[in-house]
Nanobody
Framework: QVQLAESGGGLVQPGGSLRLSCAAS????????MGWYRQAPGKQRELVAG???????NYADSVKGRFSISRDNAKNSVYLQMNSLKPEDTAVYYC??????????????WGQGTQVTVSS
């Protein structure tokens, strides 16, 4: 069993910053791709940023230049630094990881989500 635990969400004013963290725990053999998704009310879940085990990254056009994804493989963790936040960044943010255990290969796991609200 694998669990992903997110932290770092909250309320911030436009132009502010937040840092989201996600730590994976359980019977983990290896973690491949990791990423952050978000879902705003009435909208579909969308990819915000992804990172491979080797550190290659990709971003949604809407966050390029403002958000930065990173990971610590030794801690089975992924982070999302969010700067210059806008009201349209308001959403529930979810951590995602492709995890290999002793009984499954590259299975997709999700965190429970953390609320980010950008408002004055």
């Amino acid at each position: 069993q694998v669990q992903l635990a997110e932290s770092g969400g909250g309320l911030v004013q436009p132009g502010g910053s937040l840092r989201l963290s996600c730590a994976a725990s359980g019977s983990i053999f290896a973690i491949n791709d990791m990423g952050w998704y978000r879902q705003a009310p009435g909208k579909q879940r969308e990819l915000v940023a992804g990172i491979t085990r080797g550190g290659n990254t990709n971003y949604a056009d809407s966050v390029k230049g403002r958000f930065s994804i990173s990971r610590d493989n030794a801690k089975n963790s992924v982070y999302l630094q969010m700067n210059s936040l806008k009201p349209e960044d308001t959403a529930v943010y979810y951590c995602d990881a492709d995890v290999t255990t002793l009984t499954s290969f590259n299975r997709d796991y999700w965190g429970q989500g953390t609320q980010v609200t950008v408002s004055s």
